[in-house]
């Protein structure tokens, strides 16, 4: 019988030749992540099974990336138990300040995920691996600990729903775009417990970090995976990067889907999310008008080196608003390193933009960046709850580099050809 | 009827932040974070929640984080169970695994009001209104997660399959 993508690598995992929507499998799983916020919760637990070591040193990545470099006492105990965690079973893969990144960014860039892979983290943004064409994501604590001791996890098969997007991406639209205006279609809980599958032409020409953009904002619709079917952009991505073998699946044609929606993007404008939900997306010339105190361009959804030279092709020649701080985090040290070789840091410390070392920081309002009482700002980040980026009465948009870049030049939300040509 | 408390009302996409921000997610303490319990929902919720207490929501309850934390601040505050119209996936998985009992009924809900006094029969899903003197359904555990509920709690359960194969 047909299968979609999804199911067919959790039906592999599972070790069947088929899974239906609904059905509650066991899965062996490839990877098992965690970070300095939930590696914790799962260390206590995990032992508590009684288990010695872990289930394969290899294949459990502990990441401190959150409140790192230490931002207090505090923070730094956690820091510390998971460093001393990682020791102990002498994990292979326990990335310290210095050599670390952002999980999600972090991860398919040295190669630990690849495409057909199944993988589970305690973060929910662990759906960003789909734009590799594998099942990941996000759990909680103890179904890592859980993980660590056995390498499998209890998965429902979702079911899923088809996204094609027809037409030329217009200039300045990007991944961002698309996962906004999406959300904005079908809203913050428009996907619960399903698979987001995107495919169409739009998506065959989008680059791997805006794929990655995209599957890492499908939780903000409350899916439980997304997933890009992988093509020659994948290929050439993982092609010498990846540690593992890797397998490219691919939806049946005649696969079922639980709803299809059909765009045409050749339209679109840059998109911005009002407070307080990422479903609040509306076209950047409406919010033109709305003055900011900050800019913050990284995170796991838009802190990669595409993200970043987008951002730096808009402000060059330019300063930074008086009444704006820009805060720029790439997203790991290899980007880091990347962008001061293309001499980008220059260019943004040029402008007036503080670059730091990578974080996730003010993306969850942990530090680097929290925002006052009535503060308001445009991130580049997923989220703009109620508090997220500091005070509960302060706001965050939500936008894509081009836009973060322009409107930190303006001092107001801004559209990318109000400044660059 | 094993969950019986007064309900607090909140509306819908609850979120992750609201339920325990994360400027206190430095500490794994239970204690600590129960201390902050939707703290940016309700400022005084802390104050004002009794033992046994029970929160009624809207849909999509618990979205946005992974953060075992939220689940574990609500039960550390003596909330004895949450009913809500529907729940985000992670938090539905995490509030099993750490032994939170949650409702999904869409009609308690929308009729239950602040202040109402509830009680629960998990056995058999019902959900009692004693202010109104009403009667609601919620959806059926999936057997599973009553195995897991029954063992009390994802690590028991798993402790236990471990055990039996290595023996
Ligand atoms: S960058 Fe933000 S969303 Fe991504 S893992 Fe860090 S805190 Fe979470």
């Given at each position: ?9 959790l ?21 098992a ?6 590696a ?6 995990f ?11 290899d294949?459990?990545v ?5 409140f790192?470099?230490n ?6 105990e956690?820091?510390?138990l ?10 292979t ?12 960014c ?13 993988v589970?983290?305690?973060d ?5 691996y789909?734009?590799l ?5 996000g759990?909680?604590?103890t179904d890592?600990a ?31 775009d ?6 904005g ?34 939780i ?18 993982v092609?010498?990067?990846a540690k ?5 699946y ?45 800019v ?10 595409e993200d ?12 930074v ?5 820009l ?17 980008l840091?220059?260019l ?11 974080t ?10 929290i925002?006052?009482?009535?503060e308001?700002?445009?991130?580049t980040?997923?989220?703009n709850?109620?508090?997220r ?14 836009v ?10 801004a ?7 | ?15 992750t932040?609201a ?5 206190y ?10 201390g902050h ?25 618990g ?10 601040s ?18 539905y ?5 750490i ?15 602040e202040?109402?006094e ?7 899903g019902?959900?009692?209104n004693?202010?109104r003197?009403?009667?609601y ?31």
């Open positions: 019988m047909s299968m979609t993508i999804t199911e067919k690598i039906a592999a995992h599972a070790g069947v030749d088929q899974v239906e929507p609904g059905q509650l499998i066991n899965v062996k799983v490839d990877l992540l965690g970070n300095d916020i939930t914790p919760v799962a260390i206590r637990e032992e508590k099974t009684g288990v010695e070591t872990v289930w394969d040193r294949r459990v502990l990441v401190p990336d959150h790192v470099p931002k207090d006492i505090k923070s730094a956690q820091a510390l998971i460093r001393q965690f990682a020791r102990k079973h002498n994990l893969h326990y990335y310290e300040v210095g050599r670390m990144g952002i999980e999600h972090l991860l398919p860039e040295q190669g630990l995920v690849g495409p057909g892979d199944l589970i983290g305690a929910s943004h662990t759906c960003t789909g734009g064409g594998a099942f990941s994501t759990v909680g604590s890592l859980a993980a660590m001791a056995t390498g499998e996890t209890w998965l429902k098969v979702p079911e899923s729903i088809k996204f094609v997007y027809y037409g030329d991406l217009p200039r300045w639209v990007g991944g961002k698309l996962i906004l205006y999406t959300i279609r079908i809203g913050v809980d428009g996907a619960l417990y399903m698979a987001m599958e995107f495919t169409g032409p739009a998506i065959e020409k989008l680059s791997m970090d805006g794929r990655f953009t995209m599957a890492n904002m499908a903000e619709a409350g899916a439980k995976n997304g997933i890009v079917p992988p093509d020659e952009t994948t290929r050439r991505y092609e010498g990067r593992r073998p890797y397998k490219f691919q939806s049946d044609p005649d696969a079922r889907y639980a709803r299809v929606y059909e765009f045409d993007v050749s339209k679109l404008e840059p998109q911005v999310a009002f407070p307080h939900l990422p479903e609040n997306a509306r076209p950047v010339s409406e919010a033109a008008d709305i003055t900011i105190d900050q913050v361009i990284g995170s796991c959804t838009n802190g990669r080196l970043l030279r987008e951002a730096a092709s808009v402000l060059k020649g330019h300063k608003h008086p009444n704006v701080r805060i720029i985090i790439p997203g790991t040290q290899e980007i880091y390193r990347q962008i001061l070789k293309e001499g840091v220059e943004f410390i040029e402008a007036g933009a503080a670059v730091s070392t990578p996730c920081g003010p993306c969850l309002g942990g530090y680097m960046g925002l006052a009482k009535g308001r700002a445009l991130a980040t997923n989220r709850f109620v508090g980026m500091g005070h509960p009465e302060s706001e965050v948009y939500l936008a894509g580099p081009a973060a870049a322009a409107s930190a030049v303006l001092g107001r939300i559209a990318p050809w109000e400044v660059a040509s | 009827m094993k969950y019986r408390g007064k309900a607090w009302k909140f509306g819908n996409d609850v979120d932040d339920i325990i921000p994360a400027r997610l430095n500490t794994s303490d239970p204690r600590e974070l129960a319990c939707m703290e940016d929902a309700d400022p005084e919720f802390v104050q004002k929640v009794r033992p046994g207490d029970i929160i009624v929501a809207g849909k999509n309850f979205c946005g984080s992974s953060r075992e934390h939220a689940p574990i609500i039960k550390e505050a003596g909330v004895s169970c949450v009913i809500a119209r529907s729940f985000a996936r992670i938090f998985r995490n509030a099993f695994n032994g939170l009992p949650i409702f999904e009924s869409p009609e308690a809900a929308e009729a239950i009001q202040g109402d509830v009680a629960v029969d998990p056995e058999r019902v959900i009692k004693l202010t003197n009403e009667e359904k919620a959806t059926r555990v999936p057997e599973f997660m009553q195995q897991i509920i029954d063992a009390g709690g994802l690590i028991n359960y798993v402790s236990n399959k471990l055990k039996s194969t290595r023996r």
